[in-house]
């Protein structure tokens, strides 16, 4: 069985949750705290050098890291990745942009604004970059989706699901999403599709526990 | 015939020459220079809202942002990018690695010390956050070339040429590979590959002109 390594409040690792949950594919969930140093403990450190979830266990021992490699690896096949290739690249452009222009602000922003205790005070000097930085991502949302229904293609694949998570909870890192019509019209699309779950959804095979909030030094999440 | 849009001094766009140039694949280069803000002119904005370079135009009139997706696109079916569903999923946790970790503090600190005017001045609150992440990205990097000749399947791959881009620079950004001898040792690997050009080379069919320095005020190359 497919095991996942993950914080249930990450975003990263709620894509990959919710991706497993649209294909039906049963998993174990490990819960790795990184709020607590989960992360870096030498057992950990041996699955994953970088110490960073989510992290997915293949059946025969083999990881694979990174949250939008991951989505790529276990949506193959499915109608969540096309195949075409030119609607396969753009999907990938969308999930690149995610991880460079995105979540390195609207994800921050939350994890130290609203999960890390203490979080505004160690890291004051970034606020306002998260802002200008995240509200440029939004902006490009916006435009993009005032005349489409879902990013690539006319309907729901990994793009999606890759910017869904940390744009439905951007509020909980200062982000105000009313300006952004479009950007609320698709995030309601996105969870009506089927097969959608929330942030705190788990399997049944779930190992460890988690906290919501913590002490934390450094950002892990990829 | 494809067409790139790009500026030659910008590491993301180098990738896509390499790559274009190890293919064989003939290509007309339109040079878009952001530090003359030509990424913002109503015609480039057309092409790419984002405003960003390399932007790539395909045959039949569509556009491909983001590096890494052009990759992607263009390595399809050749070896640079393997058949293998778990090697090219491992190419791409590469590729999101260094789009997340790596471009953003490594490319970000060669931008804005070496190519921009007085962009020390300007960021000065970031060097050392680009520092921080750029020597912990490079340490990442050591580790695992510390037992392998490539970063996926023992071979060259398109997760080597967008690593590759912005390493074989980072000393323009101030920072010291003496301490990476994988690092460096891999360096000397891809760039004796066959195909391989330096971040100089252009095609015959070349349009506009580009510099080397001026006054920008964005990072725009994605």
């Excluded at 096309?82 to 609607?87: C, G, K, S």
């Excluded at 998260?130 to 916006?142: H, R, S």
């Amino acid at each position: 069985m497919l095991k996942l390594y993950a914080m249930q409040s990450s975003g990263n690792c709620y894509k990959v949750r919710l991706l497993l949950a649209k294909l039906g594919l049963p998993f174990t969930l490990v819960d790795v705290d990184l709020l607590r140093g989960e992360n870096r403990t030498p057992e950990f450190l041996m699955k994953n050098p970088e110490g960073r979830v989510p992290l997915l266990e293949l059946p025969g021992g083999r990881f694979l890291a990174e949250s939008g490699a991951i989505l790529a690896y276990l949506a193959e096949g499915s109608p969540l990745l096309p195949d075409e290739r030119f609607a396969r690249a753009e999907v990938l452009r969308w999930m690149f942009f995610e991880q460079h222009s995105h979540e390195p602000a609207i994800a921050a922003a939350r994890f130290w604004l609203k999960l890390v205790r203490g979080g505004r005070e160690l890291r004051t000097h970034d606020v306002d970059r998260w802002q200008e930085e995240g509200y440029a991502a939004l902006g490009v949302m916006e435009r993009h989706l005032a005349r489409r229904p879902f990013f690539v293609d006319g309907r729901l694949t990994i793009a999606d699901i890759a910017l869904y998570a940390h744009t439905h909870v951007a509020e909980e890192g200062e982000f105000d999403l009313t300006g952004f019509p479009a950007v609320r019209g698709w995030l309601a699309r996105v969870a009506a599709a089927p097969g959608h779950v929330g942030m705190d959804w788990r399997p049944d095979a779930s190992l460890g526990s988690d906290t919501g909030a913590g002490d934390a030094t450094l950002v892990n999440a990829s």
